[in-house]
């Protein structure tokens, strides 16, 4: 990583800055890494001299304090959005070279990839800035800003950020009245994420996880044309006259393709039509019917349909439904995780737009970086032992490194023997 931050430009004046670029990156991603919940938190807990000489040790410098909250936010109301896009592009490229997660692709084959979009900040009744969306809560015009995400997802938990795209409003033009604009969405949100993604991952095998939201032509036809796979829910209200025809379809005649399986006491059946072309493009269509316990010890059903354009057969098709359950993992080791789990998603970290932004990016980072301890096989048994559970982790980050002295003897230590680090299976 040295090198991908080293790249980053600095926008600052050279001769009237006192910390690198390299320094400001890791406080804030230890602002995020080590989850200290608010930028202001920099001043009270990462200024100590034992922090002071590791972070010197990481960025390379010899600096005689910490820099303060109000110079990181300094620089990054003036750094580019893309620079620190960059760095996380180069981590996830790096794992994918590395292999680290291939036997988490779909059919061999396909990363998977879940499009979903989650509420970042709100600002009540106060215009953060003219970007804003707006909604009405009683009577009364509320702010607020919501993002778009691609996180490659996997079976053992992972939620890799390797996209983002604001949802946020552009100016209204002059001649067109407030109701004649419309405020910016997920799906024109995904119209503008996608030529990114296809033009950072030109030739990553991808399938993309997405909800009814997305079950739309214009969606499937980028897919078929950056060479996608997609599995897509298909619910009654997206696609009406698909669905509705794919419904009727069903009572004229039953699918020929369908199977049973039973696990313990769980009971899936499965059907599948293959080849369907009405009005767009073609595709496939499956369905899940799963029956279990509920909590109360009463049988529940529940019904799965997905749209896709993967080729469904009585081999793969278990493991194309397993695929499409997945798109969860970004609702809940993703937005829920960094909501909830220490990161404070939705806290404000700057009233600054760029800065905001800037703050989204090195969470991603921060978060990327976690998952990767969290799930190495090598230090989960260890953290467990000796924490209690993963989510302590932190805390004792937090203290190791503003009460211990790191060396680079300690460096060179943990480098000097070549090991590999595994990833945990999947429970």
């Known amino acids: 990583m040295p090198k991908w931050i080293d790249s980053i430009d600095d926008p600052r004046q050279k001769n009237k800055t006192e910390y690198n670029t390299v320094h400001l990156f890791w406080l804030g991603t230890f602002l995020f890494l080590l989850k200290i919940g608010a930028r202001r938190q920099i001043n009270f807990q990462f200024h100590t001299e034992a922090f002071r000489q590791n972070l010197n040790l990481l960025s390379g410098e010899n600096n005689e304090t910490v820099a303060d909250h109000g110079t990181l936010e300094n620089m990054l109301k003036q750094l580019r959005y893309n620079n620190l896009a960059e760095v996380r592009q180069k981590m996830i490229k790096r794992l994918i070279r590395m292999k680290v997660l291939e036997r988490y692709r779909l059919l061999g084959k396909f990363y998977l990839i879940a499009i979903d979009g989650t509420g970042h900040l709100s600002f009540g009744q106060k215009r953060h800035c003219s970007h804003c969306l707006t909604k009405k809560v009683h009577g009364k015009i509320n702010y607020y800003h919501n993002v778009l995400e691609a996180k490659m997802v996997t079976e053992n938990g992972f939620a890799l950020s390797i996209e983002t795209e604001m949802i946020e409003n552009t100016l209204r033009p002059q001649k067109r ?251």
Not at 260 to 271: C, D, L, P, R, V
Not at 294 to 306: A, H, P, Q, S, Y
Not at 332 to 350: D, I, R, V, W
Not at 400 to 424: E, G, H, M
């Open 177 to 427: 009245t407030f109701k004649q604009w419309k405020q910016d969405c997920e799906l024109k949100a995904f119209y503008r994420l996608a030529p990114k993604l296809k033009k950072k991952f030109p030739q990553l095998k991808i399938c993309l996880l997405m909800d009814a939201l997305y079950a739309c032509d214009p969606v499937f036809n980028i897919c078929d044309e950056y060479g996608w796979k997609y599995i897509t829910t298909f619910k009654k209200g997206s696609m009406k006259d698909t669905y509705a025809w794919y419904e009727s379809l069903k009572k004229k005649e039953q699918p020929e393709n369908n199977a049973k399986i039973k696990n313990g006491e769980i009971t899936q059946k499965f059907s599948w039509a293959t080849g369907i072309k009405y009005r767009g493009p073609c595709f496939n269509i499956m369905e899940c019917n799963e029956r279990k316990p509920g909590k109360d010890g009463l049988l529940e059903n529940t019904r799965f349909v997905w749209i896709t354009n993967l080729p469904i057969n009585e081999c793969n098709f278990k493991e194309i439904a397993k695929g499409g359950r997945l798109r969860w993992k970004i609702e809940n080791e993703g937005f829920n995780t960094q909501k909830n789990g220490g990161y404070n998603l939705e806290h404000s970290y700057s009233r600054n737009e760029t800065a905001s932004k800037n703050y989204y990016l090195l969470l991603q980072i921060a978060h990327i970086i976690n998952q990767l301890m969290e799930k190495s096989s090598l230090l989960k048994k260890q953290i467990c032992k000796t924490f209690g559970s993963i989510r302590n982790i932190a805390k004792q980050l937090l203290e190791d490194f503003r009460t211990k002295y790191f060396t680079n003897f300690d460096l060179q230590r943990c480098f000097a023997i070549p090991f590999q680090i595994r990833l945990s299976l999947p429970p």
